[in-house]
């Protein structure tokens, strides 16, 4: 049987969670490319604008750079960002162990969205986004839990402060939506967009795609 060479895919993500969430799936990245895009929200920029945009500038400049070097044919380069929000309002990532702590605090008994927007930069050069919405409710937290948290150190890097797929798992009561796209990376939608666009998918087992 003759079989069609899959495709090469670019992950423009410096994310240990989305490299293993894309290897969950079968998909061996032929390399990885983090990039360095300021993640400041505009002016009273939506939570899910913001998502979409920064994926997309992710994936834009990997291409770029993939491109300046004369290495950008025939790969797919995939970009995404997960932001955390509260109505309007942007959850921060937390950087230090007092974010963690005000971020927690905000989301202790209460609903909130997790966007990850993914963005597909096309060997052809089109880029091709999806903005995926999950909602979670947090059980109230005491002083106590939010204290053993925090010296948890998982909350690091993350967005909003906490990583479900953690001890932050036991702090949720009802989820709605994908829960790969909370820890960064939707799945379904992710593979959708790529076959949508062209790629070929990996047999079992094979060697990533140069
Ligand atoms: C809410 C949540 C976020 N996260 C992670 C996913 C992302 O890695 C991170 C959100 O930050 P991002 O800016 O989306 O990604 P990143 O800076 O880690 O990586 P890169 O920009 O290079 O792709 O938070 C979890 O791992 N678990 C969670 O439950």
Known sequence: MSAVPHSALVLASGSPRRLELLQQVGIEPARLLATAVDETP????HPRSLAKRLSRAKALAAHAALAARGESGGTFVLGADTVVSLGRQVVPKAE??????TNLRILSGRSHRVFTGVCVVTPGGKARQRLVE??????????DEIERYVDSGEWQGKAG????????????VRLVGSYSNVVGLPLYETLSLLT?????????GAAPAA
């Open 42 to 45: 505009e002016r009273s920029e």
């Open 96 to 101: 230090i162990a007092e974010d963690a702590i």
């Open 134 to 143: 999950t909602r979670i409710r947090f059980k109230r937290l005491s002083r």
């Open 161 to 172: 402060g906490y990583a479900i797929q953690g001890l932050a798992g036991g702090f949720v």
């Open 196 to 204: 949508g666009e062209g790629f070929v998918m990996p047999r079992p």
